[in-house]
């Protein structure tokens, strides 16, 4: 196994600054999920300039919708959903302070040129090992848009969860350098 | 002749069964594949992708969490014998009902919404999408597939011209797993449909992921054109999650139909390496 830099969130600049796309991280602290449908709403509150529910300074988002908790259960399958269908939401979040972001598949340029400006970085999760990450979150608690179900936002408490850095500050883009080195 | 009576009452509690099962087990085949495919990935990481897999479906088998979060819109396939008499209510009605059960009671996601713009989810996985053959005699086989999003928004068709013929069918197809990238979580199983018209080659492919995985097409030329395909997916690089390696694609399945002299339909549905199926016959 490749070492894993530790992190805890809130994440500070000068962590951040260190992170080079293709570096194995384990995460620990709070991280907020959301996907879709609460993107959209934030994003109306933004433009409303109305407060939300949480304060996204220094913080990750995993784009993730669970599978239920069973009774005496933490949380269901939590794996990454595509982050791309968030491409269009995330530079109002990063205005706000978004500190970094969790999901699976490549971001559009726009955003790889906004993690630069803002200097937030982008994590991939093993996607579709829903049971196995689901492990390493060790409290889950629904805080806004309960009505959405799967889609509310959830403040869950991780233990070294395991992510990639795929784009980092410097323009770094993981899938990107290692397609080209194994494409023949 | 006497026609077999099944009640469909026992189609409900089938799918109820099913629904749950398909979700957390992963298929002998494919993790019998996940094995053979990561003595052969060269990336580092591309070979931690596969081992955290294998202990995902470990987990999940054990823990009965699902492999996914991801549990699907339901897709049904339902081969019918013409000697059957359902009895007891609506037939769709009991599959449906099945899902409903089999989604509550095994804590799977409800990821399908009522109205494609309204945007509200059902609450309850339902309706299935369901695909009903009639086939000659007494049997009834139900076989479900809870389908990901990630991987369906992957999948694409084009109506090709005879012209293009096999070379414009390979290059649809590379183009399209080219730019799906990371997004249907590889490795991949690759449907694809030739042939038809419009409606039925987006079923073919999606029929093709129902093989048993890497199981060839009966027809030599589809079969060597699978083989062909499977390896140059492979060589576009991508890799396990899209992290760069050998592997990309774990199979290639083809399904043919006959076409009109004008056209040259061609569909893509891709599958996750959460290839989730499963099968019952009454």
Redesign the interface.
Same mark, same amino acid.
């Given at each position: 196994m490749r070492t894993s830099i530790i992190l805890k969130t809130p994440l500070k600049n000068e962590e951040i600054a260190k992170l080079k796309a293709g570096d194995s991280v384990s995460i620990s602290g709070v991280i907020y999920s959301f996907r879709d449908a609460a993107h959209k709403k934030l994003i109306d509150l933004i433009i409303q300039k109305k407060p939300l529910p949480f304060n996204l300074s220094g913080q990750i988002v995993y784009y993730m919708g669970p599978s239920p908790a069973k009774p005496g259960a933490v949380i269901g399958a939590a794996g990454p959903t595509t982050s791309s269908r968030m491409d269009v939401y995330t530079q109002y979040l990063l205005e706000q302070g978004l500190a970094g972001m969790i999901g699976k598949g490549s971001r559009s340029m726009e955003v790889k040129q906004a993690l630069k400006k803002y200097k937030a970085v982008y994590f991939a999760a093993i996607g579709g090992a829903g049971a196995y990450l689901s492990q390493r979150i060790k409290k889950a608690e629904v805080i806004a848009f309960s009505d959405f179900g799967p889609e509310a936002i959830r403040r869950l408490e991780v233990e070294n969860f395991p992510a990639i850095v795929i784009n980092d500050i410097f323009g770094g883009d993981l899938y990107q350098q290692t397609r080209e080195k194994y494409k023949l | 002749m006497e026609r077999r009576i099944i009640e469909v009452g026992k189609i409900t509690e089938a799918v109820r069964n099913l629904c749950q099962e398909a979700n957390t087990q992963l298929p002998p085949d494919v993790i019998a594949k996940l094995k053979q495919a990561s003595l052969k990935e060269?990336?580092?990481?591309g070979k931690?992708?596969f081992s955290?897999?294998l202990?995902?479906a470990e987990?999940?088998s054990q823990?009965?969490?699902?492999?996914?979060?991801?549990?699907g819109l339901v897709v049904v396939f339902v081969e019918l014998g013409q000697e059957i008499n359902l009895i007891g209510g609506s037939f769709y009605d009991a599959i449906n009902e099945g899902v409903r059960q089999g989604y509550k009671q095994g804590? /799977?996601?409800?990821?399908v919404l009522s109205c494609p713009l309204e945007?509200e989810?059902t609450?309850d996985n339902t309706p299935a999408i369901i695909h009903t053959e009639i086939t000659s005699g007494d049997k009834l086989k139900i076989t479900i597939v809870p389908k990901? &999003?990630?991987s369906e928004?992957s999948s694409g068709m084009c109506m090709l011209t005879p012209a293009d013929g096999i070379r414009g069918i390979k290059q649809f197809v590379l183009q399209q797993i080219e730019s799906a &990238?990371?997004?249907p979580?590889p490795p991949i199983i690759v449907g694809i449909g030739i042939g038809g018209n419009f409606e039925k080659v987006a079923f073919l492919a999606k029929k093709a992921l129902l093989r048993e995985i890497g199981e060839p097409n009966k027809n030599r030329s589809y079969a060597e054109l699978e083989e062909e395909l499977l390896c140059e997916i492979n060589? /576009?690089?991508? &890799?396990p999650?899209?992290?760069? &390696?050998?592997i990309t694609a774990l199979a290639v399945h083809i399904e043919a139909y006959p076409c009109h002299i004008a056209s040259l339909p061609v569909a893509v549905n891709i599958q996750?390496?959460?290839s989730r199926h499963k099968e019952i016959i009454f």
């Open positions: - | 060269e990336s580092s990481l931690e992708v955290q897999l202990e995902n987990i999940s823990s009965k969490i699902p492999l996914c979060q991801d549990t804590y /799977l996601r409800n990821s945007r989810n609450n990901g &999003g990630g928004n &990238g990371a997004n979580c060589n /576009l690089g991508i &890799g999650q899209g992290l760069g &390696g050998r996750c390496h959460a």
